[in-house]
């Protein structure tokens, strides 16, 4: 700053216009050529210091002083002392949560798979447009454009939320260290991700497409449909997990895509469980044991009793069986001379959406919320409130019903 020494005051308090050394802005009658800069002060009586910040914009200097004003009457406020960029605290957060030196909000170590997406969306899209800038002078305009910028490319809603997660982790743990005042990241206007429910099968839908499958594929899809188990735990499941008598699959560790991270805890400490084995699938896994030959710790669906399965490998043949399926279903109405119906035709799905039709056949059993929450490994009944409420049973009539009962009018809103 040593090329910036003259402030002028500005309507805003605290907030001054910053020349360069030589500008005669007092005398000039024209305005200066000094470029946009401006400086905002706030005084902490606790730490008898001044805590300043330099920016090219008027509107972020305002807003800056604002906010640290606030925290400063809070007490909530030190004055930073980073001078690390952006990608540099991107690589320390990434090298910290692969060691496991940072935690998470439960302060439990990060999945492999949370450390991929995060390294992947501060690669990608954070370090391109903001690594540059150091962290103590990111301002929330800058990365407001960075939002927008990626809305006008394109990008899904949930995308850009996606992006900006491991940013926000950054603020909140440099604001925690005293490394910076305020998160920029607070504050911003982002797209609105609409909800999108869940793609569901009836069971007679399912059976069909289970029916569609070889034999050999059969099993895994079977134990999606049926157990809700996700992907990374149909991978690890051992047959010693499998209990055929007691009727049980006990959930006890899930297998990360990364060959190199291998088997990991499962996603939650409730993702730990035992799941109910109901007669149809019971079938198809006795029958599975007998074709495989196998027992013990050998996996129940890997390509080998020690080498699992590949997602990409089992998607690509229950597809070609379903088309297949299809191209049979439409050469058989065309034989008969009739147009093919619309639920003739097998709609693909995936595996994750088939544990959400296990979800869905729990709740049309008459399980209650807190059971569905456990056979599916969900750590907050919050959540499965929040994915499947709308498939809950009950309504607007039977819950005024059911108020009417409570309160003794059921006959005068018959009347009614």
């Given at each position: 700053m040593a090329a910036r020494q003259t402030l002028e005051k500005t309507r805003h308090a605290g907030i001054y216009r910053v020349h360069r050394r030589g500008c005669r802005w007092k005398e000039s009658k024209r305005a200066c050529k000094c470029p946009a800069s401006y400086q905002a002060s706030v005084y902490s009586a606790r730490q008898r210091k001044s805590i300043r910040k330099h920016t090219d914009n008027l509107a972020a200097a305002v807003a800056w002083r604002q906010d640290v004003s606030s925290a400063v009457r809070a007490g909530k406020v030190r004055a930073a002392r980073s001078r690390k960029t952006v990608a540099e605290a991107a690589d320390a957060l990434i090298d910290g949560m692969g060691s496991g030196a940072v935690l998470n909000r439960s302060q439990e170590p990060y999945k492999p798979s949370a450390v991929r997406s995060y390294r992947r969306a501060l690669d990608k899209r954070v370090k391109p447009a903001l690594g540059h800038r150091p962290l103590h002078q990111l301002e929330r305009n800058e990365i407001q454009q960075m939002v927008d910028d990626l809305r006008a490319d394109g990008l899904a809603p949930s995308t850009i939320v996606n992006t900006l997660d491991p940013l926000r982790v950054i603020c909140r743990r440099a604001v925690r260290d005293g490394e910076i005042v305020v998160d920029p990241t607070s504050g911003l206007e982002l797209p609105r991700i609409r909800g999108r429910r869940q793609r569901i099968e009836n069971p007679e839908r399912a059976q069909a497409l289970l029916d569609s499958l070889p034999d050999a594929e059969r099993p895994l899809w079977t134990t999606a449909f049926f157990a809700g188990l996700r992907r990374g735990e149909l991978r690890a499941l051992?047959?010693?997990?499998?209990?055929?008598?007691?009727?049980?699959?006990?959930?006890?560790?899930?297998?990360?895509?990364?060959?190199?991270?291998?088997?990991?805890?499962?996603?939650?400490?409730?993702?730990?469980?035992?799941?109910?084995?109901?007669?149809?699938?019971?079938?198809?896994?006795?029958?599975?044991?007998?074709?495989?030959?196998?027992?013990?710790?050998?996996?129940?669906?890997?390509?080998?009793?020690?080498?699992?399965?590949?997602?990409?490998?089992?998607?690509?043949?229950a597809l070609a069986a379903w088309d297949a399926a299809n191209e049979k279903a439409a050469k058989q109405a065309d034989e008969e001379g009739r147009d093919l119906a619309p639920d003739e035709l097998l709609t693909p799905i995936t595996p994750h959406e088939a544990r959400h039709c296990a979800a869905s056949y729990l709740i049309a059993a008459g399980l209650n919320p807190k059971e569905i929450s456990v056979y599916i490994g969900h750590s907050d009944i919050r959540t499965t409130y929040n994915v499947y409420g709308h498939l809950l049973p009950g309504g607007h009539a039977e819950a005024a019903a059911k108020l009417d009962a409570f309160l003794g009018d059921a006959e005068s809103a018959d009347g009614a």
């Amino acid at each position: 700053m040593a090329a910036r020494q003259t402030l002028e005051k500005t309507r805003h308090a605290g907030i001054y216009r910053v020349h360069r050394r030589g500008c005669r802005w007092k005398e000039s009658k024209r305005a200066c050529k000094c470029p946009a800069s401006y400086q905002a002060s706030v005084y902490s009586a606790r730490q008898r210091k001044s805590i300043r910040k330099h920016t090219d914009n008027l509107a972020a200097a305002v807003a800056w002083r604002q906010d640290v004003s606030s925290a400063v009457r809070a007490g909530k406020v030190r004055a930073a002392r980073s001078r690390k960029t952006v990608a540099e605290a991107a690589d320390a957060l990434i090298d910290g949560m692969g060691s496991g030196a940072v935690l998470n909000r439960s302060q439990e170590p990060y999945k492999p798979s949370a450390v991929r997406s995060y390294r992947r969306a501060l690669d990608k899209r954070v370090k391109p447009a903001l690594g540059h800038r150091p962290l103590h002078q990111l301002e929330r305009n800058e990365i407001q454009q960075m939002v927008d910028d990626l809305r006008a490319d394109g990008l899904a809603p949930s995308t850009i939320v996606n992006t900006l997660d491991p940013l926000r982790v950054i603020c909140r743990r440099a604001v925690r260290d005293g490394e910076i005042v305020v998160d920029p990241t607070s504050g911003l206007e982002l797209p609105r991700i609409r909800g999108r429910r869940q793609r569901i099968e009836n069971p007679e839908r399912a059976q069909a497409l289970l029916d569609s499958l070889p034999d050999a594929e059969r099993p895994l899809w079977t134990t999606a449909f049926f157990a809700g188990l996700r992907r990374g735990e149909l991978r690890a499941l051992r047959w010693s997990d499998v209990d055929l008598e007691a009727s049980v699959i006990r959930v006890r560790r899930s297998l990360d895509d990364d060959p190199e991270v291998g088997e990991i805890e499962v996603k939650t400490e409730a993702g730990e469980r035992d799941v109910p084995l109901i007669g149809r699938l019971r079938r198809e896994l006795v029958q599975h044991r007998l074709a495989s030959g196998r027992s013990g710790n050998d996996l129940v669906f890997g390509r080998t009793a020690e080498l699992p399965f590949t997602p990409s490998t089992v998607r690509r043949r229950a597809l070609a069986a379903w088309d297949a399926a299809n191209e049979k279903a439409a050469k058989q109405a065309d034989e008969e001379g009739r147009d093919l119906a619309p639920d003739e035709l097998l709609t693909p799905i995936t595996p994750h959406e088939a544990r959400h039709c296990a979800a869905s056949y729990l709740i049309a059993a008459g399980l209650n919320p807190k059971e569905i929450s456990v056979y599916i490994g969900h750590s907050d009944i919050r959540t499965t409130y929040n994915v499947y409420g709308h498939l809950l049973p009950g309504g607007h009539a039977e819950a005024a019903a059911k108020l009417d009962a409570f309160l003794g009018d059921a006959e005068s809103a018959d009347g009614a």
